[in-house]
Structures are given as structure tokens and as C-alpha cells.
């Protein structure tokens, strides 16, 4: 049994992955094209998500008892930060300002 909590906070947490995609295709200038766009932390966030939705249900069937979804998606959605952390060197994930977007989207107007 999944409570509301389970879902809206993570919920959440996926709309600001996939908020930092979009604003560092923006940043970055780097032309919208559908084969090419690349979201990365919202995939890996989403995947792991999905992991610890399953990793709950299995233990609900094993141990017969709920058990507390945040206990799995939790660590799942902070190794999918970890993930992204080292595998794509995003620094600028740990400084990331969402004022700045606003500021670049002032930049490419002109």
C-alpha cells in the first residue's frame, strides 16, 4: 500500500531533475532536437524510481507486512544523484541556481 507521500515527494523530486535537464540544455545553448535530447538525471531519477517502487512490492510479498516505500525510494533517488554526480562529473549540479536560468534566458533574447 503506497501512501500519498510516496508518490508527491518524489514526484517532486523527478519535475526538478527534469527542470535541471531543461534549463542546462538551455544554459548551454544546445539546439532542441528530439533524437538529441538528452535527460539524463530525469532517466536515471525515473529508472532507480521505478526501482524502489519494485524493491517495495517485493518486500511487501516477501515479508507478508507493508513496508514503508520512502525506506526504498528514498535511497534509490539519492543514489540516482550519486550516479550522476560520478559518472557525468556534474558540478554544476551542486551549484545550480534556478535565478541563473532566468538570467540566460535574458542573455539569449538579445
Not at 532536437?33 to 529508472?47: P, R
Request: proline fraction near 4%; aromatic fraction near 14%; charged fraction near 15%.
Amino acid at each position: 500500500m503506497l501512501g500519498l507521500g510516496d508518490i508527491i515527494i518524489p514526484g517532486m523530486f523527478l519535475s526538478l531533475c527534469f527542470k535541471y535537464d531543461i534549463d542546462n540544455l538551455i544554459i548551454n545553448r544546445i539546439r532542441f532536437k528530439f533524437s538529441q535530447f538528452g535527460m539524463k538525471l530525469y532517466n536515471v531519477a525515473f529508472g532507480l524510481y521505478v526501482l524502489g517502487l519494485v524493491l517495495t512490492y517485493l518486500a511487501l510479498y516477501v515479508f507478508k507486512h507493508p513496508q514503508p516505500a520512502l525506506v526504498f525510494i528514498v535511497p534509490c533517488l539519492t543514489i540516482s544523484l550519486l550516479v550522476n554526480l560520478c559518472w557525468n562529473k556534474r558540478i554544476s549540479l551542486l551549484k545550480y541556481n534556478s535565478s541563473a536560468m532566468a538570467k540566460s534566458e535574458e542573455s539569449l533574447k538579445v
